[in-house]
């Protein structure tokens, strides 16, 4: 273990004369990772940590803007190499890229590639361009899809989040959309005092589970045109389904922030952005979610051009405690100008079990009134226990004042601690940062890589318990946050002084809970849906389908007493670790046999059946 607290105790403690260690320390190019952000008009330049290559460890998406997108694979000894070989990603050559996202959208195992982008530039320069769909066959290598699979919508897109809003098993996505036609407000003098623009409205495409997707933004009543900056899948209310949270830029002129409810299972979402407190207008620009105050729900943190924005969740309901928690960052104290607050993260940085948060700053010219600083470092608040957070940006090693934009987190060399990379402009001679963290102290961690089955096979939109000797930790799974990026989506738990984990309790995305024990401190677990549930029973329309032989050879026959007319069936059989062997779509009734790959190795097998009523799973035995 590393000795991390005795550094961050003098820090806080403000010991005078003594020479303090840095907390992080930048190492972009010593581990091979070489990476500036060409922009058009200071917009974009998002991050993704996942494993595009299979093989445990988290590799890095960066969006290029006007040069093309790079993946840095993980060498696994704590270096990167950039990927030179053609992988699928050229089309990105013509196309200003701007933010990206990842996830399974056909639960096949590998994670696909979504990126937003401004600019198409396809013989001459488009003023708007579609978003990609990369899909991922499995060896690394990636097919732009995105016309074909339904996603063909033009906008300025800036952001995107994966999640299942409807709880089918697959893969929904939220597109963030910025303006469209700038326009502003003048006083009698000609001079400019606001801003009236037009912005295209946010775009949700529906799964279809056939490899293509439906916008239904209008129809779900979540085509929010208020230039989004940012938005974020979460279960704020903690009912169980996701919901969406929407960072608003210009907000005191156009549309403030917006909170869409969830009523699954009723296929809606409500408006609830007054009632709850969240409709604050600022000019948004990027999310943090987590438990920082430990009091068992999600509190949100929105950075801003100026005082950022800390949400406390009340139980549903929001109490801005920005001021209180010492985390605004308003302004620049060597020239009294705004800061602008760009991507974001709750992240437990020194394993303590407190969340801490980092800022991503970086310049944006605005109009006089509001006027921002050139030299506006990031910012890394180290969370007090108490409801306060102390500002260790300059002696942790991260107080850059490049054009940062884009931000995300990973422990990509799995040494239990979180590193942190940041994405800068080309501007003033702007370079992405990344910071491994290499402080030491003898707190314990706990890693949770989430397998979906039944649910969505990313897990995205599940939440996590740990639970310690008095204390209860929470944390969700999300595809998608902080400005244009997506941290790691290995759930890491600070354990601080605890050698022990009680227990850990998962409610995956479906509505199945499970309660793992005796998971060793320390290490990083794998834990699939369904291995600990003789049958998941998910909804209470489910349909009634009878699946025999059980253990079942080379067959297995469907069953439908109650049907009377055919019902058309989705059905998927899983292996243990979440891998489809078998896709289907059948019209059943009364009966149907299905004929089973008598090569499957034996063992426990799932089998998911999707009707218009709802969803069932079986647990099946390979003889």
């Known amino acids: 273990m590393k000795q991390r607290g005795y550094l961050i105790a003098l820090l806080v403690l403000g010991m005078n004369g003594m020479a303090l260690a840095q907390v992080f320390s930048e190492q972009g190019l010593a581990i091979g990772f070489d990476h500036t952000y060409r922009h058009r008009a200071l917009m974009g330049g998002g991050a993704a940590f996942f494993d595009f290559d299979g093989d445990e460890d988290d590799d890095l998406y960066v969006t290029g803007g006007a040069d093309p997108d790079r993946i840095y694979r993980n060498n696994g000894d704590g270096t990167f190499s950039r990927v030179l070989d053609d992988i699928g990603l050229s089309v990105t050559n013509t196309f200003n890229t701007t933010a990206v996202s990842t996830g399974d ?19 001459a320069q488009q003023p708007t361009g579609r978003s990609l769909l990369f899909r991922n066959d499995g060896t690394g290598h990636f097919t732009e899809v995105g016309e074909s699979a339904g996603i063909t919508d033009l906008a300025f897109g800036i952001g995107a989040n994966f999640f299942d809003y409807d709880r089918d098993g697959f893969l929904d996505i939220y597109v963030s959309n910025h303006i469209e036609t700038p326009n502003f407000l003048y006083n009698e003098n000609g001079a400019v005092i606001g801003f009236d623009h037009t912005c295209y409205p946010n775009f949700l495409y529906h799964n279809n589970g056939d490899g293509t997707f439906t916008e239904v933004s209008q129809t779900m009543m979540v085509n929010n045109a208020g230039c989004a900056l940012a938005s974020l899948a ?5 009912d169980g389904d996701v919901d969406i949270y929407v960072a608003n830029d210009f907000g005191p002129y156009i549309q403030p922030n917006a909170l869409y409810r969830n009523d699954y299972p009723t296929n809606n979402f409500t408006d609830v952005g007054e009632a709850t407190g969240a409709e604050v207008a600022m000019y948004g620009m990027g999310f943090a979610a987590g438990d920082y105050d430990h009091d068992q729900d999600l509190d949100y ?5 100026g005082a950022n924005l800390l949400c406390e969740n009340e139980g549903g309901v929001f109490a801005n405690v920005t001021a209180a928690a010492g985390v605004e960052n308003a302004t620049v104290p060597s020239d009294g100008l705004n800061t602008t607050g760009w991507g974001t993260a709750f992240l437990d940085v020194d394993n303590d079990t407190w969340v801490d948060l980092y800022v991503a700053n970086g310049r944006i010219p605005t109009l006089s009134f509001q006027a921002t600083s050139i030299s506006d470092p990031d910012k890394l608040y180290l969370n007090n226990g108490d409801g306060t957070f102390t500002d260790v940006s300059v002696a942790a ?3 850059d004042i490049s054009y940062m934009r884009g ?6 060399d799995q040494d239990g601690d979180l590193d942190i ?3 800068a402009l080309d501007e003033l001679g702007g370079k992405s940062k990344f910071y491994v963290n290499e402080t030491e102290n003898d707190h314990h961690y706990l890693q949770l890589k989430l397998v979906g089955t039944i649910s969505n096979r990313d897990a995205f939109g599940a939440k996590a318990w740990v639970y310690l000797d008095g204390l209860t930790l929470l944390q969700e799974s999300y595809g998608g946050a902080s400005h244009a990026s997506q941290h790691s989506s290995v759930l890491h738990f600070g354990l601080g002084d605890h050698a022990a984990v009680d227990s850990v309790r998962i409610e995956w995305p479906n509505g199945l809970v499970e309660t793992y024990e005796n998971l060793a401190v320390d ?13 998941a029973e998910l909804t209470g329309s489910e349909p009634r389908i009878v699946v025999a032989p059980n253990p079942f050879a080379d067959h297995i026959t469907l069953f439908a007493p109650d049907s009377e007319n055919n019902e058309r069936l989705t059905i ?10 078998l896709e289907k779509i059948i019209d059943l009734q009364g009966q149907a046999t299905l004929t089973i790959n008598d090569q499957l190795p034996a063992g426990l097998y799932w089998l998911q059946l999707n009707t218009s009523a709802g969803m069932t799973v079986r647990k099946l035995i390979k003889q």
Do not use: C, H, K, P
């Open 301 to 305: 943190y929105i950075t801003n051009i």
């Open 421 to 423: 990379v940041t994405i």
């Open 234 to 238: 979460t279960d704020y209310d903690m």
């Open 407 to 412: 931000m995300a987190y990973s422990d990509y």
């Open 105 to 123: 959208i056909d639960n096949d195992g590998d994670r696909d590639i979504f990126v937003t982008t401004w600019e198409e530039y396809a013989g």
């Open 523 to 535: 290490t990083r677990q794998t834990l699939v849906e369904g291995s600990l549930t003789e049958v």
């Open 397 to 399: 090693g991260v107080s």
């Open 572 to 581: 998927r059989l899983l292996t243990s670790s979440g891998q489809v062997v």
